[in-house]
């Protein structure tokens, strides 16, 4: 494989005694659209702004195209950003925010009407050149922020939040716009959100952070199937956990003694390291994986009484209380399948749907749960 | 909740860690050392300027005021209390009081001037208000020494408002006018009228009218309306023009010497005296000192009070 | 309701009368300055008859035109300086963390918290211990002392309003920051800095209290000069001097007001 185009090794940040970014280690590949998603504080703003230079790693070392950038300023820097709020320059039009950049490099004023004309046209705002930033809609600012960081035609282009700005409509369209920008331009987008969905649809690969540490690098899809840790399996998507104790392998078979009896998973399915009896663990299932019966069915199942029936377009949410207490939600397309409140059933799942996660004490699910209220 | 926190705290690996934690602390804010030039070079001619010109002098003008007065002006390297012990003497202190009361009246005349103008001023469009602020201040701006000697010419017994009153045989002889503590107050309130009106109109234009109209709203009548809600709520503006015409007023000797004719005495003439004619430089700066903890209290009183002290610069 | 209505009015018809009076009472003053720069007598204290000889003799006394040279040279030379250092502080303490910050931040405030005199006085001292001759550096260096803070408030209360992340944008294109500083920092802190810079130069001309303990005994401002004649009475080319002054900044206040007119009526037509 080609030697990544931004490279984070051991990277810490401190700002006083507050550890922001946790032993980082994150190799962006040339090309990619990687996304940094994570609830507001988690680090990820911090961990960008250490590549575009603004901030200065308290340890480690970054590396943009094989070079360590420690030393480099911001303006030396192939990397260009978004930002949040545009950070649109706004004594100057549209045009000569998106020149900004050439001017600056002092690049010959032909060349400059030729390039900003064209990144005009890229971003679809042809004819704006003259209009004033305080003219230009929330989606029109959004694209001069764009243009204007592209013009520089940077090996990565950093971006910040960037529709947190926009409205529910605008934001799906741009988020569309931004994928088609990228794989027609071939420049690696590194993004940061908090928006799951947002991260879901248009990443090649995502690295979720929590409280400064990335507790997973992934494709959406080795995300939402495998979550690694129990933040993640909460914070992208929803999950249904048991938190039990291994109690006895048998062919690759896991069998976890919980407070509501015993669930099954496959051993393979672990995903951080390998577990052995007496090891605590949760196992995790999708809402949609969660089998529900008013019989009890083959091998092992859980106990609960279904509580609401829930109508939400697409499917039919379902959310049943076990024995201790727990909510356990239940997705299915087809309301035929689901009983309807009151009714005793019986839950489980095909042993491949489910994941098997070692306890771990950092992140817990309570915390999870704020944290994405929160973001 | 305390569940997490204790499982939070067992995550922490080892005590080796913690303590390379705690030692990156210390250097843990890095910056370029470009950024840091940058920073010397902004930041370095004020923060220079600051302690060389305000910081040092006010220093020494503490420590000046416990020297002791040597003879011919000279000072004697000795520490007393006497320069403060001496601002009680009654000479001083009635000199201390005048200036107190004639602060005072000044304040209290150019703050029920001034606040109305900056509510009919809050009234007036933007534009009208910015033109009738330049109005204003543009005597000031040019010369207020020169254009405050009209007061003498006005205000003389053979001047403009006394032979005014005469022909119209309204008196007889020429009202005494001149060189009292009514001139000296008129001639301060004009001095700093300008100035504070400008804070008393900012904090009455920025004053939410929905809450005026709630208080009506509530069945109280203007006065009650005025009282309750928009004094309270103006009054750092208040504040900001009577500190803004306190704090000159004690030191303008100059208004004193010129509609005061000697016979008035504020504490900004009594410093200047002993810096001059007395050539007693250690009660001089006793006085200094003494008059700017009086209106450092009142700069405290008015902060606490939710006041800005960057209104007063406006 | 329509009782309510026309009380209003009463109200803000009185409040005109009010403002338009004490705009009277705050010219008065300088009608009479301006009526007795015509007045047949050195005296200057009453009516002698109408003369313009003290116009004709201001243009030939040399002597208080080089007073006036060396007022407006020192308020020049004190804007130039109070408002470089004044903005180069206000952006950078905006920013830089120091150990100290706080004081400096705070003792920024002095000149204008404490009475002028006492700054004054302060100063004399620390010129004094420093065995520092007394002249025109002492006077300017005072002068900027006073109107620094009136500087770094003006374009502090700008930087307020500005989006620090404009400036990262401009590094992150490419600017290094004294380009930063001078095309993005600059033209948006600009109105702070002039507004900053025309108070310092308007309170340089009429100051007297520090340029008169910091002064030489050869070097005479306008308000040193003037102060020195208020026992005797001002005289009347002082009074012609300033009404000329007086009448340019007039001038100049009409024209500035005609061009930000203009200026406001373009604006308009181009956002529609």
Same mark, same amino acid.
């Given at each position: 494989?080609?030697?990544?185009?931004?490279?984070?090794?051991?990277?810490?940040?401190?700002?006083?005694?507050?550890?922001?970014?946790?032993?980082?280690?994150?190799?962006?590949?040339?090309?990619?659209?990687?996304?940094?998603?994570?609830?507001?504080?988690?680090?990820?703003?911090?961990?960008?702004?250490?590549?575009?230079?603004?901030?200065?790693?308290?340890?480690?070392?970054?590396?943009?195209?094989?070079?360590?950038?420690?030393?480099?300023?911001?303006?030396?820097?192939?990397?260009?950003?978004?930002?949040?709020?545009?950070?649109?320059?706004?004594?100057?039009?549209?045009?000569?925010?998106?020149?900004?950049?050439?001017?600056?490099?002092?690049?010959?004023?032909?060349?400059?009407?030729?390039?900003?004309?064209?990144?005009?046209?890229?971003?679809?705002?042809?004819?704006?050149?003259?209009?004033?930033?305080?003219?230009?809609?929330?989606?029109?600012?959004?694209?001069?922020?764009?243009? =204007?960081?592209?013009?520089? =035609?940077?090996?990565?282009?950093?971006?910040?939040?960037?529709?947190?700005?926009?409205?529910?409509?605008?934001?799906?369209?741009?988020?569309?716009?931004?994928? =088609?920008?990228?794989?027609?331009?071939?420049?690696?987008?590194?993004?940061?959100?908090?928006?799951?969905?947002?991260?879901?649809?248009?990443?090649?690969?995502?690295?979720?952070?929590?409280?400064?540490?990335?507790?997973?690098?992934?494709?959406?899809?080795?995300?939402?199937?495998?979550?690694?840790?129990?933040?993640?399996?909460?914070?992208?998507?929803?999950?249904?956990?048991?938190?039990?104790?291994?109690?006895?392998?048998?062919?690759?078979?896991?069998?976890?003694?919980?407070?509501?009896?015993?669930?099954?998973?496959?051993?393979?399915?672990?995903?951080?390291?390998?577990?052995?009896?007496?090891?605590?663990?949760?196992?995790?299932?999708?809402p949609e994986?969660?089998?529900i019966?008013?019989?009890?069915?083959?091998?092992?199942?859980?106990?609960?009484?279904?509580?609401d029936k829930i109508f939400v377009g697409n499917l039919i949410k379902e959310i049943?209380?076990?024995?201790?207490?727990?909510?356990?939600k239940i997705n299915s397309i087809n309301a035929a399948d689901l009983p309807e409140?009151?009714?005793?059933?019986?839950?489980?799942?095909?042993?491949?749907?489910?994941?098997?996660?070692?306890?771990?004490?950092?992140?817990?699910?309570?915390?999870?749960?704020?944290?994405?209220?929160?973001? | 909740?305390?569940?997490?926190?204790?499982?939070?705290?067992?995550?922490?690996?080892?005590?080796?860690?913690?303590?390379?934690?705690?030692?990156?602390?210390?250097?843990?804010?890095?910056?370029?050392?470009?950024?840091?030039?940058?920073?010397?070079?902004?930041?370095?001619?004020?923060?220079?300027?600051?302690?060389?010109?305000?910081?040092?002098?006010?220093?020494?003008?503490?420590?000046?005021?416990?020297?002791?007065?040597?003879?011919?002006?000279?000072?004697?390297?000795?520490?007393?209390? #006497?320069?403060?012990?001496?601002?009680?003497?009654?000479?001083?202190?009635?000199?201390?009081?005048?200036?107190?009361?004639?602060?005072?009246?000044?304040?209290?005349?150019?703050?029920?001037? &001034?606040?109305?103008?900056?509510?009919?001023?809050?009234?007036?469009?933007?534009?009208?208000?910015?033109?009738?602020?330049?109005?204003?201040?543009?005597? %000031?701006?040019?010369?207020?020494?020169?254009?405050?000697?009209?007061?003498?010419?006005?205000?003389?017994?053979?001047?403009?408002?006394?032979?005014?009153?005469?022909?119209?045989?309204?008196?007889?002889?020429?009202?005494?006018?001149?060189?009292?503590?009514?001139?000296?107050?008129?001639?301060?309130?004009?001095?700093?009228?300008?100035?504070?009106?400008?804070?008393?109109?900012?904090?009455?234009?920025?004053?939410?009218?929905?809450?005026?109209?709630?208080?009506?709203?509530? &069945?109280?009548?203007?006065?009650?309306?005025?009282?309750?809600?928009?004094?309270?709520?103006?009054?750092?503006?208040?504040?900001?023009?009577?500190?803004?015409?306190?704090?000159?007023?004690? &030191?303008?000797?100059?208004?004193?010497?010129?509609?005061?004719?000697?016979?008035?005495?504020?504490?900004?003439?009594?410093?200047?005296?002993?810096?001059?004619?007395?050539?007693?430089?250690?009660?001089?700066?006793?006085?200094? #000192?003494? %008059?700017?903890?009086?209106?450092?209290?009142?700069?405290?009183?008015?902060?606490?009070?939710?006041?800005?002290?960057?209104?007063?610069?406006? | 309701?329509?009782?309510?209505?026309?009380?209003?009015?009463?109200?803000?018809?009185?409040?005109?009368?009010?403002?338009?009076?004490?705009?009277?009472?705050?010219?008065?003053?300088?009608?009479?300055?301006?009526?007795?720069?015509?007045?047949?007598?050195?005296?200057? /204290? *009453?009516?002698?008859?109408?003369?313009?000889?003290?116009?004709?003799?201001?243009?030939?006394?040399?002597?208080?035109?080089?007073?006036?040279?060396?007022?407006?040279?020192?308020?020049?030379?004190? *804007?130039?300086?109070?408002? /470089?250092?004044?903005?180069?502080?206000?952006?950078?303490?905006?920013?830089?963390?120091?150990?100290?910050?706080?004081?400096?931040?705070?003792?920024?405030?002095?000149?204008?918290?404490?009475? +002028?005199?006492?700054?004054?006085?302060?100063?004399?001292?620390?010129?004094?211990?420093?065995?520092?001759?007394?002249?025109?550096? *002492?006077?300017?260096?005072?002068?900027?002392?006073?109107?620094?803070?009136?500087?770094?408030?003006?374009?502090?209360?700008?930087? /307020?309003?500005?989006?620090?992340?404009?400036?990262?944008?401009?590094?992150?294109?490419?600017?290094?920051?004294?380009?930063?500083?001078?095309?993005?920092?600059?033209? +948006?802190?600009?109105?702070?800095?002039?507004?900053?810079?025309?108070?310092?130069?308007?309170?340089?001309?009429?100051?007297?209290?520090?340029?008169?303990?910091?002064?030489?005994? +050869?070097?005479?401002?306008?308000?040193?000069?003037?102060?020195?004649?208020?026992?005797?009475?001002?005289?009347? +080319?002082?009074?012609?001097?300033?009404?000329?002054?007086?009448?340019?900044?007039?001038?100049?206040?009409?024209?500035?007001? /005609?061009?930000?007119?203009?200026?406001?009526?373009?604006?308009?037509?181009?956002?529609?």
């Open positions: 494989m080609a030697q990544p185009i931004v490279s984070m090794t051991n990277v810490e940040k401190w700002y006083g005694s507050n550890h922001v970014v946790k032993n980082c280690n994150l190799n962006i590949e040339e090309g990619e659209f990687l996304t940094l998603l994570g609830p507001s504080g988690c680090g990820k703003t911090t961990t960008l702004r250490m590549i575009s230079g603004f901030e200065l790693p308290s340890e480690g070392m970054v590396k943009v195209e094989g070079e360590n950038v420690e030393k480099k300023e911001p303006y030396d820097r192939s990397v260009n950003t978004v930002f949040q709020n545009y950070a649109l320059f706004p004594n100057m039009n549209v045009y000569d925010n998106i020149a900004y950049g050439l001017k600056v490099k002092k690049v010959p004023k032909a060349e400059i009407k030729e390039r900003v004309t064209q990144m005009l046209k890229l971003v679809q705002l042809e004819g704006f050149g003259k209009r004033r930033i305080t003219q230009m809609s929330g989606g029109q600012k959004q694209r001069v922020a764009i243009a =204007r960081a592209l013009i520089n =035609r940077p090996k990565v282009l950093l971006l910040d939040e960037p529709l947190g700005a926009l409205d529910m409509k605008l934001r799906k369209q741009m988020q569309i716009e931004l994928k =088609r920008l990228q794989r027609k331009l071939e420049i690696t987008f590194v993004y940061v959100t908090h928006d799951q969905e947002e991260a879901l649809t248009m990443s090649d690969r995502i690295a979720v952070m929590s409280a400064g540490v990335i507790e997973q690098i992934g494709t959406p899809k080795e995300i939402y199937l495998k979550p690694r840790t129990r933040f993640v399996a909460n914070f992208i998507g929803e999950s249904d956990l048991f938190d039990g104790i291994i109690t006895a392998e048998s062919d690759g078979v896991l069998s976890i003694g919980t407070e509501v009896g015993t669930v099954k998973g496959l051993k393979e399915n672990t995903t951080i390291g390998s577990v052995k009896v007496n090891d605590p663990v949760s196992v995790c299932v999708r994986h969660v089998k019966s008013t019989e009890k069915p083959e091998g092992f199942s859980v106990q609960a009484v279904v509580k049943a209380v076990i024995n201790n207490g727990n909510e356990i409140p009151g009714s005793h059933v019986y839950l489980s799942w095909d042993l491949k749907d489910a994941v098997v996660i070692p306890e771990r004490s950092e992140i817990t699910l309570d915390t999870a749960d704020k944290l994405k209220e929160v973001g | 909740m305390s569940d997490i926190s204790v499982k939070a705290q067992t995550v922490v690996p080892d005590a080796k860690k913690v303590t390379a934690g705690e030692k990156k602390v210390k250097h843990g804010r890095k910056q370029s050392i470009r950024a840091t030039i940058s920073n010397i070079i902004m930041c370095g001619p004020m923060t220079i300027w600051s302690v060389l010109f305000i910081l040092i002098p006010v220093v020494m003008l503490v420590f000046m005021s416990f020297m002791t007065k040597g003879l011919l002006g000279k000072i004697v390297y000795k520490f007393t209390l #006497v320069n403060y012990t001496d601002i009680f003497k009654p000479v001083y202190f009635n000199v201390v009081k005048e200036s107190l009361i004639i602060a005072l009246w000044t304040t209290l005349l150019t703050v029920l001037l &001034g606040y109305p103008l900056g509510m009919v001023m809050s009234k007036l469009k933007k534009k009208t208000t910015g033109v009738i602020t330049i109005l204003m201040m543009l005597p %000031l701006w040019v010369s207020g020494l020169v254009i405050l000697y009209s007061f003498v010419i006005m205000l003389n017994n053979s001047g403009t408002i006394n032979s005014f009153l005469m022909n119209i045989g309204l008196i007889k002889k020429p009202l005494q006018l001149l060189y009292n503590n009514f001139s000296v107050t008129i001639g301060m309130v004009y001095m700093f009228l300008p100035f504070a009106v400008l804070p008393m109109y900012s904090s009455i234009e920025k004053l939410d009218p929905s809450l005026i109209e709630a208080s009506k709203d509530l &069945g109280a009548n203007p006065v009650t309306t005025f009282f309750k809600v928009t004094l309270p709520l103006t009054s750092p503006g208040i504040f900001a023009g009577v500190i803004l015409t306190f704090i000159p007023c004690i &030191g303008y000797y100059m208004v004193t010497d010129m509609l005061g004719g000697g016979t008035s005495m504020l504490v900004g003439n009594l410093i200047y005296r002993q810096f001059t004619i007395s050539r007693n430089w250690p009660f001089g700066a006793a006085l200094s #000192v003494v %008059l700017s903890l009086i209106i450092l209290l009142m700069v405290v009183i008015y902060t606490k009070l939710g006041g800005d002290l960057d209104d007063l610069a406006s | 309701m329509p009782k309510k209505k026309k009380k209003g009015h009463g109200w803000k018809i009185a409040g005109n009368i009010y403002l338009v009076i004490m705009l009277i009472l705050l010219y008065a003053p300088v009608a009479v300055m301006i009526r007795y720069s015509f007045n047949n007598s050195r005296a200057n /204290v *009453t009516w002698q008859g109408f003369t313009t000889k003290y116009y004709a003799e201001l243009f030939q006394d040399s002597n208080l035109w080089d007073i006036f040279f060396t007022t407006l040279l020192i308020a020049i030379i004190v *804007t130039v300086i109070g408002t /470089v250092i004044g903005t180069m502080g206000a952006v950078g303490l905006s920013k830089a963390k120091f150990p100290g910050k706080k004081l400096i931040t705070n003792s920024i405030y002095f000149p204008i918290v404490i009475p +002028e005199i006492v700054l004054a006085v302060a100063m004399l001292l620390m010129f004094n211990g420093a065995g520092v001759q007394l002249g025109i550096p *002492t006077i300017v260096i005072g002068n900027v002392t006073l109107v620094l803070p009136y500087v770094y408030i003006t374009v502090k209360a700008r930087l /307020v309003g500005m989006d620090p992340s404009t400036e990262e944008a401009s590094m992150d294109l490419g600017a290094d920051r004294f380009y930063t500083f001078t095309h993005i920092t600059m033209p +948006e802190i600009m109105p702070g800095i002039i507004a900053g810079a025309f108070m310092s130069f308007s309170l340089v001309l009429d100051e007297l209290i520090i340029t008169s303990f910091l002064t030489d005994a +050869e070097t005479v401002t306008l308000p040193i000069k003037v102060y020195s004649m208020i026992k005797k009475g001002i005289s009347p +080319e002082i009074n012609a001097l300033t009404t000329i002054v007086f009448l340019a900044a007039m001038l100049l206040v009409v024209m500035y007001l /005609v061009v930000t007119e203009l200026i406001d009526k373009r604006k308009q037509r181009l956002a529609v």
